[in-house]
Protein backbone atom coordinates (compact mmCIF):
# COMPACT_ATOMS: atom_id res chain seq x y z
CA UNK A 1 0.00 0.00 0.00
CA UNK A 2 1.56 3.37 -0.57
CA UNK A 3 2.42 5.66 2.35
CA UNK A 4 -0.05 8.65 2.64
CA UNK A 5 1.60 11.62 1.56
CA UNK A 6 2.17 14.41 4.27
CA UNK A 7 2.11 18.28 4.06
CA UNK A 8 5.24 17.98 5.88
CA UNK A 9 7.28 15.01 6.33
CA UNK A 10 9.70 16.22 9.74
CA UNK A 11 10.50 12.73 10.85
CA UNK A 12 11.82 11.76 7.19
CA UNK A 13 13.62 15.54 7.42
CA UNK A 14 15.21 14.80 10.38
CA UNK A 15 16.52 11.58 9.30
CA UNK A 16 18.81 13.48 7.11
CA UNK A 17 19.73 16.55 8.96
CA UNK A 18 19.39 15.21 12.47
CA UNK A 19 17.66 17.39 14.68
CA UNK A 20 18.26 20.82 14.64
CA UNK A 21 15.07 23.09 14.67
CA UNK A 22 17.08 26.66 14.14
CA UNK A 23 18.26 24.82 10.57
CA UNK A 24 14.81 23.53 9.96
CA UNK A 25 13.47 27.08 10.72
CA UNK A 26 16.37 28.95 8.70
CA UNK A 27 15.35 26.38 5.70
CA UNK A 28 11.41 27.65 6.14
CA UNK A 29 12.29 30.99 6.20
CA UNK A 30 14.05 30.70 3.23
CA UNK A 31 11.62 28.73 1.20
CA UNK A 32 8.71 31.09 2.02
CA UNK A 33 10.86 34.09 0.33
CA UNK A 34 11.59 31.72 -2.57
CA UNK A 35 8.45 30.51 -2.72
CA UNK A 36 6.70 33.95 -3.35
CA UNK A 37 9.22 34.61 -6.14
CA UNK A 38 8.90 31.64 -7.82
CA UNK A 39 5.42 31.55 -8.25
CA UNK A 40 4.99 35.40 -9.46
CA UNK A 41 8.01 34.14 -12.22
CA UNK A 42 6.33 31.23 -13.01
CA UNK A 43 2.63 33.25 -13.33
CA UNK A 44 4.45 35.42 -15.69
CA UNK A 45 5.97 32.84 -17.83
CA UNK A 46 2.76 30.90 -17.83
CA UNK A 47 0.89 34.47 -19.43
CA UNK A 48 3.58 34.67 -21.88
CA UNK A 49 3.94 31.38 -22.83
CA UNK A 50 7.45 31.20 -21.80
CA UNK A 51 7.81 27.12 -21.85
CA UNK A 52 11.73 27.11 -21.16
CA UNK A 53 11.35 29.65 -18.20
CA UNK A 54 8.48 28.00 -16.57
CA UNK A 55 9.92 24.43 -16.88
CA UNK A 56 12.83 26.09 -14.45
CA UNK A 57 11.12 27.59 -12.30
CA UNK A 58 8.68 24.79 -11.36
CA UNK A 59 11.45 22.79 -11.46
CA UNK A 60 13.57 24.75 -8.80
CA UNK A 61 10.19 25.19 -6.74
CA UNK A 62 9.50 21.63 -6.78
CA UNK A 63 13.32 20.33 -5.55
CA UNK A 64 12.92 23.11 -2.87
CA UNK A 65 9.87 21.45 -1.83
CA UNK A 66 10.77 18.06 -1.82
CA UNK A 67 14.19 18.43 -0.18
CA UNK A 68 12.28 19.79 2.75
CA UNK A 69 9.80 16.90 2.64
CA UNK A 70 6.79 19.06 1.17
CA UNK A 71 5.35 16.08 0.09
CA UNK A 72 2.24 17.37 -1.01
CA UNK A 73 3.63 19.98 -2.75
CA UNK A 74 6.25 18.80 -4.44
CA UNK A 75 3.25 16.50 -6.09
CA UNK A 76 1.56 19.44 -6.86
CA UNK A 77 4.58 20.93 -8.59
CA UNK A 78 5.20 17.30 -10.35
CA UNK A 79 2.08 17.22 -12.09
CA UNK A 80 1.86 21.21 -12.83
CA UNK A 81 5.18 20.32 -14.49
CA UNK A 82 3.47 17.62 -16.80
CA UNK A 83 0.97 19.62 -17.94
CA UNK A 84 1.12 20.98 -21.60
CA UNK A 85 1.78 24.70 -21.54
CA UNK A 86 -1.37 25.81 -23.20
CA UNK A 87 -3.70 23.34 -21.04
CA UNK A 88 -4.78 26.27 -19.24
CA UNK A 89 -7.76 25.57 -17.03
CA UNK A 90 -5.72 22.59 -15.47
CA UNK A 91 -2.34 24.99 -14.78
CA UNK A 92 -5.08 27.33 -13.34
CA UNK A 93 -6.69 24.10 -11.07
CA UNK A 94 -2.96 23.37 -9.88
CA UNK A 95 -2.10 26.73 -9.22
CA UNK A 96 -4.93 27.38 -6.99
CA UNK A 97 -3.85 24.22 -5.19
CA UNK A 98 -0.47 24.76 -5.24
CA UNK A 99 -1.28 28.09 -3.16
CA UNK A 100 -3.82 26.74 -1.08
CA UNK A 101 -0.83 24.28 0.06
CA UNK A 102 1.07 26.95 0.22
CA UNK A 103 -0.88 28.90 2.79
CA UNK A 104 -2.16 25.74 4.82
CA UNK A 105 1.94 25.31 5.31
CA UNK A 106 2.40 28.89 6.51
CA UNK A 107 -0.77 29.04 8.68
CA UNK A 108 0.22 25.55 10.51
CA UNK A 109 3.87 25.87 10.60
CA UNK A 110 4.41 26.26 13.76
CA UNK A 111 2.83 23.28 14.75
CA UNK A 112 5.43 21.70 12.38
CA UNK A 113 8.29 23.06 14.14
CA UNK B 1 40.49 14.32 3.82
CA UNK B 2 38.45 14.49 0.80
CA UNK B 3 38.30 18.18 -0.37
CA UNK B 4 34.87 18.47 -1.90
CA UNK B 5 32.85 21.63 -3.52
CA UNK B 6 28.95 21.69 -3.79
CA UNK B 7 27.45 23.06 -7.40
CA UNK B 8 24.22 23.91 -6.98
CA UNK B 9 21.57 26.83 -7.43
CA UNK B 10 19.06 26.08 -5.20
CA UNK B 11 20.11 27.31 -1.70
CA UNK B 12 17.82 24.68 0.18
CA UNK B 13 19.13 21.70 -1.57
CA UNK B 14 22.88 23.10 -1.24
CA UNK B 15 22.17 23.83 3.08
CA UNK B 16 21.06 20.71 3.15
CA UNK B 17 23.23 18.76 1.82
CA UNK B 18 26.11 20.68 3.29
CA UNK B 19 25.01 20.06 6.73
CA UNK B 20 24.34 16.05 5.84
CA UNK B 21 27.76 15.42 4.67
CA UNK B 22 29.18 17.30 7.13
CA UNK B 23 27.23 15.71 10.21
CA UNK B 24 27.31 12.56 8.72
CA UNK B 25 31.80 12.33 7.02
CA UNK B 26 34.24 14.10 9.05
CA UNK B 27 37.05 13.02 6.36
CA UNK B 28 34.89 15.41 3.68
CA UNK B 29 36.08 19.27 3.60
CA UNK B 30 33.44 21.58 1.98
CA UNK B 31 35.68 24.17 0.27
CA UNK B 32 33.03 25.92 -0.98
CA UNK B 33 30.20 26.49 -3.02
CA UNK B 34 29.05 27.85 -6.71
CA UNK B 35 25.63 28.12 -8.16
CA UNK B 36 25.81 29.24 -11.78
CA UNK B 37 28.31 28.23 -14.98
CA UNK B 38 31.14 30.50 -14.68
CA UNK B 39 31.44 30.73 -10.84
CA UNK B 40 31.96 26.72 -10.48
CA UNK B 41 34.36 26.85 -13.27
CA UNK B 42 36.74 29.57 -11.53
CA UNK B 43 35.78 27.74 -7.99
CA UNK B 44 37.02 24.32 -9.62
CA UNK B 45 40.98 25.73 -11.11
CA UNK B 46 41.02 27.47 -7.66
CA UNK B 47 40.63 24.65 -5.25
CA UNK B 48 41.26 21.83 -7.21
CA UNK B 49 38.73 19.16 -5.45
CA UNK B 50 38.33 15.83 -4.97
CA UNK B 51 35.02 15.45 -5.80
CA UNK B 52 31.84 17.79 -6.55
CA UNK B 53 28.61 16.86 -6.59
CA UNK B 54 26.61 18.58 -9.13
CA UNK B 55 22.95 19.88 -9.48
CA UNK B 56 22.53 19.11 -13.67
CA UNK B 57 20.79 22.37 -13.90
CA UNK B 58 22.42 25.72 -12.36
CA UNK B 59 21.20 29.41 -12.94
CA UNK B 60 22.58 29.96 -16.09
CA UNK B 61 23.51 26.69 -17.96
CA UNK B 62 23.62 23.11 -16.92
CA UNK B 63 26.47 20.81 -15.24
CA UNK B 64 27.99 19.72 -18.65
CA UNK B 65 28.55 23.50 -19.33
CA UNK B 66 31.15 23.10 -16.22
CA UNK B 67 32.53 19.46 -16.22
CA UNK B 68 33.41 19.83 -20.00
CA UNK B 69 36.02 22.64 -19.44
CA UNK B 70 38.07 19.94 -17.29
CA UNK B 71 39.51 16.71 -18.14
CA UNK B 72 37.97 13.76 -17.52
CA UNK B 73 38.88 12.03 -13.81
CA UNK B 74 40.37 15.25 -12.52
CA UNK B 75 38.04 15.11 -10.28
CA UNK B 76 35.01 12.50 -9.05
CA UNK B 77 31.23 13.78 -10.23
CA UNK B 78 28.19 13.03 -7.65
CA UNK B 79 25.05 14.03 -9.75
CA UNK B 80 22.41 15.37 -7.27
CA UNK B 81 18.95 15.64 -9.64
CA UNK B 82 15.40 15.53 -9.39
CA UNK B 83 15.41 14.32 -12.44
CA UNK B 84 13.76 10.67 -13.07
CA UNK B 85 14.48 9.83 -16.45
CA UNK B 86 15.85 10.94 -19.55
CA UNK B 87 18.75 12.67 -18.41
CA UNK B 88 19.89 9.74 -16.09
CA UNK B 89 21.92 7.95 -19.38
CA UNK B 90 24.02 11.38 -19.49
CA UNK B 91 24.07 11.12 -16.09
CA UNK B 92 25.04 7.66 -15.46
CA UNK B 93 27.42 7.93 -18.41
CA UNK B 94 30.09 11.15 -16.79
CA UNK B 95 29.45 10.20 -13.40
CA UNK B 96 30.57 8.64 -10.27
CA UNK B 97 26.87 7.90 -8.92
CA UNK B 98 23.92 10.17 -9.04
CA UNK B 99 21.52 10.81 -6.22
CA UNK B 100 17.66 11.62 -6.40
CA UNK B 101 16.46 14.46 -4.16
CA UNK B 102 15.59 14.66 -2.15
CA UNK B 103 18.69 12.83 -0.91
CA UNK B 104 17.99 10.28 1.69
CA UNK B 105 21.25 9.64 4.30
CA UNK B 106 21.20 6.08 3.25
CA UNK B 107 21.98 6.82 -0.43
CA UNK B 108 24.42 10.00 0.02
CA UNK B 109 26.43 7.64 2.24
CA UNK B 110 26.62 4.79 -0.81
CA UNK B 111 27.46 7.09 -3.05
CA UNK B 112 30.41 8.48 -0.79
CA UNK B 113 31.59 4.79 -0.12
CA UNK B 114 31.45 4.77 -3.94
CA UNK B 115 34.00 7.03 -3.83
CA UNK B 116 36.03 5.89 -1.17
CA UNK B 117 36.03 2.55 -2.96
CA UNK B 118 37.58 4.33 -6.34
CA UNK B 119 40.11 6.09 -4.31
CA UNK B 120 41.47 2.97 -2.86
CA UNK B 121 41.31 1.52 -6.65
CA UNK B 122 43.08 4.03 -7.72
CA UNK B 123 45.70 3.56 -4.74
CA UNK B 124 46.05 -0.26 -5.27
CA UNK B 125 46.97 0.41 -8.65
CA UNK B 126 49.66 2.36 -8.14
CA UNK B 127 51.28 0.30 -5.01
CA UNK B 128 50.53 -2.51 -7.63
CA UNK B 129 52.68 -0.41 -9.81
CA UNK B 130 55.28 0.25 -7.33
CA UNK B 131 55.39 -3.82 -6.77
CA UNK B 132 56.20 -4.19 -10.06
CA UNK B 133 58.65 -1.42 -10.69
CA UNK B 134 61.65 -2.69 -11.82
CA UNK B 135 63.04 0.70 -12.97
CA UNK B 136 65.24 -1.09 -15.87
CA UNK B 137 66.87 0.95 -18.31
CA UNK B 138 66.19 -0.99 -22.05
CA UNK B 139 68.74 -0.19 -24.74
CA UNK B 140 69.23 3.13 -23.21
CA UNK B 141 65.40 3.88 -22.44
CA UNK B 142 63.97 4.15 -18.55
CA UNK B 143 61.68 1.61 -18.43
CA UNK B 144 58.96 0.44 -16.35
CA UNK B 145 56.42 -2.50 -15.69
CA UNK B 146 52.76 -1.59 -15.54
CA UNK B 147 49.77 -3.42 -14.88
CA UNK B 148 46.64 -2.79 -17.10
CA UNK B 149 43.87 -3.97 -15.46
CA UNK B 150 40.75 -4.94 -17.73
CA UNK B 151 37.62 -6.00 -16.11
CA UNK B 152 38.49 -10.01 -16.61
CA UNK B 153 42.59 -9.95 -16.62
CA UNK B 154 45.63 -8.07 -14.91
CA UNK B 155 48.37 -7.45 -17.85
CA UNK B 156 52.12 -6.91 -16.84
CA UNK B 157 53.56 -4.64 -19.69
CA UNK B 158 56.89 -3.01 -20.16
CA UNK B 159 55.90 0.59 -20.80
CA UNK B 160 58.34 0.80 -23.73
CA UNK B 161 56.04 -1.25 -25.23
CA UNK B 162 52.96 0.81 -25.03
CA UNK B 163 52.96 2.82 -28.23
CA UNK B 164 49.58 5.35 -26.92
CA UNK B 165 47.02 5.19 -24.60
CA UNK B 166 43.40 6.65 -25.45
CA UNK B 167 40.47 7.69 -23.32
CA UNK B 168 37.38 6.53 -23.80
CA UNK B 169 35.19 8.31 -21.32
CA UNK B 170 35.95 6.35 -17.55
CA UNK B 171 38.25 3.57 -19.24
CA UNK B 172 41.83 3.48 -21.63
CA UNK B 173 42.35 1.98 -24.57
CA UNK B 174 45.99 0.96 -24.44
CA UNK B 175 47.83 0.32 -28.28
CA UNK B 176 51.04 -1.71 -28.01
CA UNK B 177 54.08 -2.71 -30.16
CA UNK B 178 53.11 -5.72 -30.41
CA UNK B 179 49.53 -4.09 -32.21
CA UNK B 180 47.52 -5.50 -29.17
CA UNK B 181 45.02 -3.34 -27.94
CA UNK B 182 44.18 -3.53 -24.44
CA UNK B 183 41.11 -1.93 -22.82
CA UNK B 184 41.21 -1.09 -19.03
CA UNK B 185 39.11 -0.04 -16.93
CA UNK B 186 40.51 2.86 -15.60
CA UNK B 187 40.82 6.89 -16.74
CA UNK B 188 43.86 7.42 -18.76
CA UNK B 189 44.40 10.21 -15.87
CA UNK B 190 45.84 7.67 -13.85
CA UNK B 191 48.50 6.65 -16.20
CA UNK B 192 49.32 9.26 -16.99
CA UNK B 193 50.58 10.09 -13.63
CA UNK B 194 52.60 6.28 -13.63
CA UNK B 195 53.74 7.22 -16.94
CA UNK B 196 55.34 10.78 -16.94
CA UNK B 197 58.57 9.47 -16.11
CA UNK B 198 58.85 7.07 -18.40
CA UNK B 199 58.63 9.20 -22.00
CA UNK B 200 54.94 9.62 -22.20
CA UNK B 201 53.46 12.92 -22.77
CA UNK B 202 49.81 14.12 -22.86
CA UNK B 203 49.12 15.48 -26.61
CA UNK B 204 45.29 15.96 -26.60
CA UNK B 205 42.92 15.81 -23.75
CA UNK B 206 42.35 12.02 -25.00
CA UNK B 207 45.77 10.92 -25.83
CA UNK B 208 48.70 10.14 -24.36
CA UNK B 209 51.87 9.23 -26.29
CA UNK B 210 55.17 7.71 -25.81
CA UNK B 211 57.65 9.87 -27.59
CA UNK B 212 60.23 7.01 -28.27
CA UNK B 213 57.21 6.23 -30.71
CA UNK B 214 56.52 9.45 -32.38
CA UNK B 215 57.84 9.43 -36.39
CA UNK B 216 56.73 12.99 -37.23
CA UNK B 217 54.79 16.00 -36.01
CA UNK B 218 53.27 17.13 -39.43
CA UNK B 219 50.75 20.26 -39.71
CA UNK B 220 48.61 19.43 -42.84
CA UNK B 221 44.61 19.26 -41.66
CA UNK B 222 45.45 20.31 -38.13
CA UNK B 223 48.42 19.17 -35.72
CA UNK B 224 49.23 16.06 -35.55
CA UNK B 225 51.85 13.34 -34.87
CA UNK B 226 52.82 10.17 -37.01
CA UNK B 227 53.33 7.11 -34.90
CA UNK B 228 55.60 4.69 -35.91
CA UNK B 229 53.06 2.49 -35.97
CA UNK B 230 51.16 4.40 -38.62
CA UNK B 231 48.71 5.91 -36.70
CA UNK B 232 47.67 9.26 -36.73
CA UNK B 233 47.31 11.11 -33.18
CA UNK B 234 45.74 14.67 -33.34
CA UNK B 235 47.80 17.26 -30.89
CA UNK B 236 45.57 19.79 -29.41
CA UNK B 237 46.74 23.75 -29.77
CA UNK B 238 46.98 23.69 -25.97
CA UNK B 239 49.40 20.83 -26.12
CA UNK B 240 51.06 22.04 -29.30
CA UNK B 241 53.54 23.84 -27.45
CA UNK B 242 54.67 21.17 -24.98
CA UNK B 243 55.43 19.26 -28.18
CA UNK B 244 57.35 21.68 -30.03
CA UNK B 245 59.34 22.41 -26.49
CA UNK B 246 60.02 18.48 -25.89
CA UNK B 247 61.11 17.78 -29.93
CA UNK B 248 62.47 21.23 -31.23
CA UNK B 249 63.19 23.00 -28.27
CA UNK B 250 60.26 25.66 -28.80
Known sequence: MQKQRKHFNKKALLKNIGKDDNFIKMLLEIYFVSFETFMDTNKKAIENDDKELSKRTIHSIKGSSGTIYFEIMTDLFEELSNVEINNKNRIIDLIIDIEKEYYYIRKNIYIFV | ?250
Open chain 2, 1 to 250: MIRTLIIEDDLIASSVLKKMLLNNFPDIEILGEATNVKDSILLIEQKKPDLVFFDIEVSDGNAFNIIDNFEKGVFKIIFVTSHTSGALKAIKLSALDYLIKPVTKKDLVEAVNKYRNTIQSSEKLISQHKVFNENSYNEGRKNTKVVLTTTQEYFIVDSNDIVRCQSDSYYTNFFLSSGDKIFVSKTMKEYETLLADYGFIRVHNSHLVNINYIKSFTRKEGDYLIMKDGTKVPVSRRRKNVILNVFFGG
